[in-house]
């Protein structure tokens, strides 16, 4: 099993940055992935990037690239998200999410951190 846990959320003003952390707790040898998503009010659930855990390859949508970028340290088994240049839009609840078998779907979640971005 694996649990994980965010920190690092708050609030942050438009063009500021905010770097999201998640503590991988249990059998985190095992993973393959380790990602972000996060979910504004009343919108969908988005991707917003990811790292395969072993060789440290990343993937992130075009909405973020350049912006955003995954990160994960093994020694510590933890993952972070740098989020620069943040905007009003950024705002939302975010998640750390992992798995262990590269499946289409995620099958670890934290509880999320909110991320506010206003001024």
Do not use: H
């Not at 846990?5 to 993973?31: I, Y």
């Not at 990811?50 to 992130?60: A, C, H, P, R």
Request: with cysteine; net charge positive.
């Amino acid at each position: 099993q694996v649990q994980l846990v965010e920190s690092g959320g708050g609030l942050v003003q438009p063009g500021g940055s905010l770097r999201l952390s998640c503590v991988v707790s249990g059998r985190a040898s095992d993973l393959c992935r380790l990602a972000w998503f996060r979910q504004a009010q009343g919108k969908a659930r988005e991707f917003v990037g990811g790292i395969y855990w072993n060789d440290g390859k990343t993937y992130s949508p075009d909405s973020v690239k350049g912006r955003f970028t995954v990160s994960r340290d093994t020694t510590r088994n933890t993952g972070a998200l740098q989020m620069n240049r943040m905007k009003p839009e950024d705002t939302a609840v975010y998640y750390c999410v992992a798995d262990r078998g590269c499946a289409s779907t995620y099958e670890y979640w934290g509880q999320g951190t909110q991320v506010t971005v206003s001024s």
